[in-house]
């Protein structure tokens, strides 16, 4: 929604007193978000919680935004036309934006195949949102397809599926790429928890738990 719409129906936004630096200070981290975009089997949910849970015994602040969690709620009166889909996105990119505020670490596991979209989603987010691409090729993702969708797709049960028909648009020029075909689980979160660490210059990972 543009300004001068929020404006003509009299919405102002409200600066408390307790700003992103205090709670991020008060939590002894960086908000960031971490965004991992790929197919439908590629990995992401897999990747998101395992990172979320090496942050959490890291005593880091983290939560997890899953496509399908999302849509038992807050987007439950969305379907999977390509105007819901952009509006999924744009919702879950507003709460995403909330959550960073609040300093927390925020794991966004979506398919989100289209790069406009997820331009979007980075001037809304700015500097903080870190895009993962997760990259696996269609045929690996079709032959775990844990979900069954692929299958369903190709019988024509389910419409503008990512990867059958409709497309996916590969992320340019992503901050991290992990490809989950070549490396394993531990191998890809390591290498996103090396990321993280660079980038907050003090994040102590523990090679064990890798």
């Given at each position: 929604?543009?300004?001068?719409?929020?404006?003509?129906?009299?919405?102002?936004?409200?600066?408390?007193?307790?700003?992103?630096?205090?709670?991020?200070?008060?939590?002894?981290?960086?908000?960031?978000?971490?965004?991992?975009?790929?197919?439908?089997?590629?990995?992401?949910?897999?990747?998101?919680?395992?990172?979320?849970?090496?942050?959490?015994?890291?005593?880091?602040?983290?939560?997890?935004?899953?496509?399908?969690?999302i849509r038992h709620g807050l987007n439950s009166d969305l379907g999977f036309s390509?105007?819901?889909?952009?509006e999924n996105l744009r919702r879950i990119g507003e709460v995403a934006k909330l959550m960073l505020d609040s300093g927390v670490i925020v794991l966004a596991a979506f398919?989100?195949?289209?790069?406009?979209?997820?331009?979007?989603?980075?001037a809304v987010l700015g500097a903080d949102y870190i895009e993962v691409f997760v990259d696996c090729p269609l045929a690996v993702c079709e032959q775990r397809d844990p979900k069954a969708l692929y299958a369903k797709a190709r019988a024509g049960l389910i419409p503008e599926f990512t990867g059958i028909s409709a497309p996916y648009e590969p992320p340019q020029k992503p901050e991290?790429?992990?490809?989950?075909?070549?490396?394993?689980?531990?191998?890809c979160l390591a290498q996103l928890l090396a990321y993280i660490n660079e980038r907050t210059g003090g994040l102590e990972v523990s090679a064990a738990r890798c």
């Open positions: 929604m543009g300004d001068s719409l929020v404006e003509k129906r009299n919405v102002y936004w409200h600066t408390g007193q307790v700003l992103r630096t205090h709670r991020e200070n008060m939590l002894r981290q960086r908000g960031m978000v971490l965004w991992l975009s790929g197919l439908s089997g590629s990995g992401k949910s897999t990747l998101a919680h395992a990172l979320e849970a090496e942050l959490h015994a890291l005593g880091r602040l983290t939560y997890t935004l899953d496509g399908d969690n390509q105007a819901d889909r952009r398919i989100s195949p289209l790069r406009a979209e997820r331009e979007q989603l980075r991290i790429v992990v490809r989950t075909a070549e490396d394993s689980v531990a191998q």
